[in-house]
């Protein structure tokens, strides 16, 4: 029973299933989710707490950071939740819930991120223009209620029945959002490449968009490693019927470990992280 590759059981089946031993998928899967919990959950606490406290640039400059932050806490959640029920089934409509979450929140927050980005590099104007805070709250709010209706779709519609259209459609906003994201990051990359008029005398704004350059270039193959296995597991499922914790495994590890650069560059930006700011 596992709640990103969504191998769904009935509820009698998922009793049976508590009385049998786990198994080497089981036992891998509570690695990853363990490994997730024990490193996001105080990483992402420490990046919540370090925006809301104003350590930082202050809230609305990282109003998305900390939404996503705070998204990867219920996903932290989630693995907890997952471990647990498998041996406390009463809690599988709870782990069903948490999926919509897992799928969507993520790769929606982190999108606001890009295009954000690619507004401040690319569109500079336009950025100065909707860079209030309010603008930010609207984008957030719509992104949470898109989230409650995933999560609310997977706690009451995820069966065996109706699994092959949630694989669809999980695959095909998977597609899109990266699409989406691939798209800002290849604009941004382009934009800090290119050299300005007088611009090679000026030695630290290079410097500055060299390590953007760097920064947006990790960001880009972390969406890659993030997206591509998922989505390429997606539509082999789709095609093939199989929806094996073997084949979602590589996925799921993909998907879990690449939660892990977002907190990692801000805190590596904000100077947070002397081991590496003094590369």
């Not at 299933?17 to 786990?22: E, Y």
């Not at 997730?36 to 640039?57: A, Q």
């Not at 209620?145 to 995820?158: A, D, G, T």
Request: net charge positive; glycine share 4%; hydrophobic share 45%.
């Amino acid at each position: 029973m596992n709640n990103f590759t969504m191998n769904f059981t009935t509820p009698e089946a998922s009793t049976n299933s508590t009385t049998h031993s786990i198994g080497l998928m089981d036992s891998l899967e509570i690695c990853v989710y363990s490994i997730n919990f024990l490193f996001c959950l105080p990483t992402h606490s420490y990046v919540i707490w370090f925006i809301i406290t104003g350590t930082g640039s202050g809230v609305a400059s990282e109003f998305f950071i900390l939404n996503l932050s705070v998204c990867e806490l219920g996903i932290c959640l989630n693995s907890v939740i997952f471990v647990l029920s498998m041996w406390f089934t009463t809690l599988s409509s709870f782990e069903l819930f948490l999926i919509g979450l897992t799928i969507t929140g993520r790769p929606l927050f982190q999108c606001l991120m890009c295009v954000e980005r690619y507004l401040a590099v690319v569109h500079p104007v336009t950025f100065l223009k909707y860079k209030p805070l309010r603008y930010r709250v609207i984008c957030c709010t719509a992104a949470w209620v898109i989230n409650l209706v995933s999560c609310l779709c997977c706690m009451f519609n995820l069966t065996s029945q109706n699994r092959y259209i949630h694989t669809w459609l999980s695959s095909m906003q998977m597609v899109l959002v990266f699409s989406i994201q691939l798209f800002c990051v290849v604009a941004v990359l382009r934009a800090l490449k290119q050299s300005g008029p007088g611009e090679r005398e000026k030695k630290e704004e290079n410097h500055m968009k060299r390590r953007a350059f760097n920064i947006i270039l990790i960001t880009t193959v972390s969406m890659v490693i993030l997206y591509v296995p998922r989505i390429i597991t997606g539509f082999f499922e789709i095609r093939t019927s199989d929806s094996s914790p073997t084949s979602w495994f590589p996925a799921l590890t993909c998907f879990i470990m690449a939660g892990f650069v977002q907190p990692v560059l801000f805190l590596h930006r904000t100077g947070k992280l002397s081991c590496l700011c003094s590369s």
